[in-house]
């Protein structure tokens, strides 16, 4: 019964924006940290940005002045903003939540290509 549902993935120039939502249902959301992860072909999926219940953030150093991660508690939803979009940030972009001595839940994820 829990879903993520990622949307706002897409095709963008080089120095572009998008953001990305992450809906979730079936579980307590305020509880939950969230993360957003991404994996280009090839690669090992890595961690992009997350965000505690309690908002503190943590972001990839190769995401640290581009991205922005937040929640908003009453939607039950997460959202990255994404500026200054480069090629190497294409990937699918994966939503988590997570918890301590509780299962991780994924979505389905979301194609993002930066490209001219």
């Known amino acids: 019964q829990v879903q993520l549902v990622e949307s706002g993935g897409g095709l963008v120039q080089p120095g572009g924006s998008l953001r990305l939502s992450c809906a979730a249902s079936?579980?307590?959301?305020?509880?939950?940290?969230m993360g957003w992860y991404r994996q280009a072909p090839g690669k090992q999926r890595e961690l992009v940005a997350d965000i505690s219940s309690g908002r503190s953030t943590n972001y990839a150093d190769s995401v640290k002045g581009r991205f922005t991660i937040s929640r908003d508690n009453a939607k039950n939803t997460v959202y990255l903003q994404m500026n200054s979009l480069k090629p190497e940030d294409t990937a699918v972009y994966y939503c988590?939540?997570?918890?301590?001595?509780?299962?991780?839940?994924w979505g389905q994820g979301t194609q993002v290509t930066v490209s001219s």
């Open positions: 079936g579980i307590i959301f305020r509880m939950y940290a």
């Open positions: 988590k939540a997570g918890r301590s001595l509780s299962d991780d839940y």
